[in-house]
């Protein structure tokens, strides 16, 4: 697909969401309803969001130069082989808005321990990590020169207990599953594409039980992630799915009927 083709998709993909996507009030599920009020819908700040958002603004003035490497389906941005570290921070790092849904959905769920498709330069992983310390965390990452920005800020605020596996995801996946045995949360943002979404479901899927939650980052931003998301979200083994534009979580819990929401992320 052309680049103006997928961004008229992602446009028209927005448009029919704004139309069809709810709030807590349109929900009737008492676990979703939850998630609504403590997640989706929670305005409160918590411990972490102070210090990640002065890191954002002090790193995001930098104009040194990091390497990039595409394994996968490549920048959604734009395709330089070497971009900036403010660059990164401005428009690669996940928005504030949804790292806030990653730490307050681990804040709310606890899980056992947390796997992470796409370290990037470590927001994700900070707002991830700083719900539970205790948990064992792993995030894996394609690019060398971009976990290594990863590593100084894990490390500037204290978020050094964080594993990162660097290497072709096909490599450094099950490794880090062996190593944690069950996943209690997994965040894939990493190879955008229908075939390597859904492998990794595949993959992920049996390191699961009914306490878990997988989240795919940008199932909107093509058709394939559009297709992948849809194949997911109805798939048998899934109870709970959730769409919320930017990202989509799924659900194991048993004893409950198969249920899908399109919310709004306040």
């Not at 992602?10 to 029919?16: G, N």
């Not at 969401?17 to 009737?28: E, Y």
């Not at 730490?103 to 470590?122: A, H, N, R, W, Y």
């Not at 045995?181 to 390597?196: E, M, P, Q, R, S």
């Amino acid at each position: 697909m052309s680049t103006l083709g997928k961004k008229l998709f992602q446009v028209k993909e927005f448009l029919l969401f704004q139309l069809k996507a709810g709030t807590k009030h349109s929900v009737h599920s008492p676990f979703v309803f939850e998630l609504c009020e403590r997640v989706f819908e929670d305005a409160r700040s918590f411990h972490g969001f102070l210090e990640i958002a002065a890191l954002r603004k002090q790193r995001s003035a930098e104009t040194g130069k990091v390497k990039i490497i595409e394994l996968g389906a490549g920048s959604k941005h734009n395709i330089d082989k070497e971009r900036s570290v403010g660059d990164l921070v401005k428009h690669v790092a996940i928005p504030e808005k949804y790292g806030k849904v990653l730490f307050k959905l681990v804040d709310v769920l606890q899980p056992c321990s947390i796997l992470e498709m796409g370290t990037s330069i470590g927001f994700s992983g900070l707002y991830l990590h700083k719900a539970k310390p205790s948990a064992p965390m792993i995030s894996l990452e394609g690019n060398p020169f971009v976990a290594h920005i990863a590593k100084q800020h894990f490390d500037q605020l204290d978020a050094n207990t964080i594993t990162i596996n660097v290497g072709d995801f096909s490599a450094t996946l099950g490794e880090s599953l062996e190593s944690l045995k069950n996943v209690g949360l997994a965040f894939i943002d990493g190879n955008h594409t229908y075939a390597a979404t859904i492998e990794y479901f595949e993959k992920i899927l049996p390191y699961t039980d009914e306490h878990s939650c997988i989240i795919f980052h940008d199932i909107h931003w093509s058709e394939g992630m559009r297709r992948a998301w849809d194949e997911i979200s109805g798939d048998s083994r899934v109870v709970f799915s959730i769409d919320l534009f930017e990202m989509g979580l799924i659900f194991f819990n048993k004893g409950v009927p198969k249920q899908h929401f399109l919310l709004k992320v306040k």
